[in-house]
């Protein structure tokens, strides 16, 4: 007598393992062909074929299901979905669902959608409350610090929490959360911590017991990508190529793992010289699926360097189009870091690779088709540096500034008041020696920021401390006002407080007088200062880059010192009866006839000679005063010889 299928599924499903997945999906199966379909049976195919890793089978075996499989199946269905790319409407499902299981999906949607504000928040919602399983507490941690550490490669490390960006004992235990500790101190460019972060990853990976020595490699691979990444960019490239040539490419077990680290290996090698060579070898790495796509910062960045090793093949026309094409669909300004890159390499493409005025005289044109770029611009000022023309520089960046302030969009003030923008400015008019400009663009700025819900804090800093430099009232207020509104953000900052005390303390010094003992006192800052010494050394000015002058400076009195240099002459200038030591004649170069020891033959050359000032007879002469007052005139004196006879006509 046969048996009962649903009671072998039932038996099989009491006593499986996860090793069990094969046989579960042939029970289901069976119980499926043999009886009425059950929503258990159904339910458990679909869960074995997730087990299975076939996604694509789950979601035909769901839509065959029906609805009432689908509203059992919700948590499988967008998880399947998820893993097929789906992300949209995975997205859908999972979004405001209170289970615990579609929280965690919903969460790692979210991180592969690169909306990692929301995975952050996901995550965190879901450690504080009690782990359902055992390992999720583990699980968490790890999912939370890895959305952590690519909200600062998205430069959104300001809404990351401070006390999670330091990382704690409990993360330096396991390999998996050093490791993302590691990424986000290389996002923020702590490059030093991350690479002992880095080795504190690999060293207990490798120490693990539990993992094969096959399953060790794949996970230490990732691990020795950054680490050889790391060492490039503090440029250790000796340790960089040595750690590079241990890792094989093609072992890396994740594709995009695998791309990064054939990228990081050109930049890194010193063998690919030809340039066609390494653009083959950049081109070999096979097409990445959807759902294996890179994230946004790193697919930009492979780009940038496929554009790179363009120009340097001399593809100078193509990258000029390709570029061009993708900035004119980009909103315009902007201070994108993509789009501005792509600008230097369009910059680049129409100038050949060329520095100098004639690059300079290649890309200004463009400059009139797009007047509002804010990477060519920052290209053109960049050029003007390096021929030396800081005139030129403040002038294109002030006439940019103009444009945007003109412009009613808030998008175009944001980029006008750009902190990256507002530095440039300050920097270009400290090179001038322009004062005044400084403290009025900081104070700009910051006015401009303070009326944002996240203002830039750097920023604010700077602003508040230019103003602090002067004397009046009102920009003492105003810097009072700045530290004030930073020491609401953080009540921490001491430079907020010291900032806060300074503004005050001459106008109200009642006001700041309970912020005095959060500062160090001033006997222990000034404890290790010689005053006599800096007296006695004076006060150092720092000088300021100006326009160079045309004109030859006066000797000063070393110079005066100085014997004159002796020329060479050349030998085509040396006369044929020259005698070295004799002197020559100082008078050689002027005409015969203008020298002291010229002599003219004849009559008339003799009487010429006797009418010259030098050595000639000096003639009389007399003054007369002409009629009405007009002036005098010198005429010569009359002699007494007899008058010549004139001829008459014969």
């Known amino acids: 007598m046969a048996s009962n299928p649903t009671a072998t599924l039932t038996s099989l499903l009491r006593g499986s393992t996860i090793e069990d997945h094969e046989e579960v999906l042939k029970a289901a199966n069976a119980v499926l062909k043999s009886s009425k379909p059950s929503s258990d049976a159904l339910h458990t195919r679909v869960v074995a074929l997730l087990k299975l890793d076939r996604f694509d089978d789950a979601l035909r075996a769901l839509d065959d299901g029906g609805d009432k499989l689908a509203e059992q199946c919700v948590l499988e269905k967008a998880y399947a979905l998820y893993k097929t790319g789906q ?123 539990e993992l094969s020595d096959e399953e060790k490699r794949a996970e230490v691979l990732p691990i020795m990508v950054q680490q050889a990444y790391v060492f490039t960019k503090l440029g250790k490239l000796e340790e960089a190529e040595a750690l590079q040539r241990m890792i094989n490419t093609a072992d890396v077990p994740e594709p995009p793992s695998r791309v990064v680290a054939q990228n990081n290996g050109l930049a890194v090698s010193a063998k690919h010289d030809n340039p066609f060579m390494t653009q083959r070898i950049f081109e070999s790495v096979p097409n990445l699926s959807p759902t294996e796509k890179l994230f946004g910062h790193q697919a930009s960045i492979l780009e940038r360097n ?105 998008a175009d003030q944001d980029v006008r008041f750009a902190p990256g923008l507002v530095a ?89 007088t309970p912020d005095l003992e959060k500062l160090t006192p001033v006997s222990r800052l000034v404890s290790g200062i010689n005053a006599a010494a800096l007296e006695d050394a004076g006060i150092p000015s720092l000088p300021t880059q100006s326009a160079a002058s045309k004109k030859r400076g006066a000797e000063t009195e070393k110079e005066k010192a100085l014997p004159p240099k002796k020329q060479k002459i050349r030998k085509s200038h040396m006369p044929k009866d020259f005698e070295e030591g004799r002197k020559m004649d100082p008078e050689r170069w002027l005409p015969l006839r203008d020298r002291s020891s010229y002599r003219p033959k004849g009559k008339k050359g003799k009487k010429k000679a006797m009418d010259l000032t030098q050595g000639g007879v000096v003639k009389d002469e007399e003054s007369l005063e002409l009629a009405g007052g007009a002036g005098t005139v010198r005429v010569e004196k009359a002699t007494g010889g007899k008058p010549k006879k004139k001829k008459g006509k014969k």
Not at 497 to 504: L, T
């Open 87 to 209: 992300l949209a409407e995975a997205e859908r499902l999972a979004s405001g669902a209170k289970k615990r299981g579609l929280k965690h999906v919903a969460a790692q949607v979210a991180y592969r959608a690169e909306k990692f504000e929301d995975a952050a928040r996901i995550y965190q919602e879901l450690s504080s409350q009690s782990a359902a399983i055992e390992g999720e507490e583990n699980d968490l941690r790890i999912n939370s610090s890895a959305a952590d550490a690519q909200l600062e490669w998205q430069d959104n490390g300001d809404k990351v929490e401070p006390g999670r960006k330091k990382p704690s004992r409990e993360d330096l235990e396991a390999f998996e959360t050093s490791y993302n500790a590691a990424c986000g101190c290389i996002a923020r460019g702590d490059l030093g911590p991350g690479s002992v972060l880095l080795k504190r990853a690999r060293d207990l990976c490798e120490a693990l017991d």
């Open 306 to 410: 496929r554009y790179i090793i363009d120009l340097q093949s001399q593809k100078y026309s193509g990258v000029a189009y390709s570029t061009a094409s993708i900035i004119s669909k980009s909103p315009s300004p902007t201070i994108s870091p993509y789009i501005s890159s792509l600008a230097v390499l369009n910059a680049a493409g129409h100038a050949k690779m060329g520095v100098g005025k004639a690059s300079l005289q290649a890309i200004l044109p463009i400059l009139e088709k797009r007047p509002k770029d804010v990477g060519l611009i920052l290209v053109i000022i960049q050029l003007y540096m390096i021929t030396n023309n800081l005139g030129p520089a403040i002038n294109l960046l002030e006439s940019l500034f103009k444009r945007l302030e003109q412009s009613t969009t808030p």
């Open 424 to 512: 440039l400015a300050v920097s270009l008019y400290q090179l001038s020696g322009r004062k005044a400009p400084i403290k009025t663009e900081l104070g700009t700025a910051a006015s401009h920021w303070r009326r944002k819900p996240k203002p830039s804090i750097p920023l604010l800093r700077a602003a508040g401390t230019a103003l602090l430099h002067s004397s009046t009232p009102e920009d003492l207020s105003a810097a009072g006002e700045i530290f004030s509104s930073l020491r609401k953000q953080d009540a921490s900052d001491r430079t907020a407080i010291a900032g806060y005390v300074a503004s005050y303390a001459r106008t109200n010094l009642a006001k700041v």
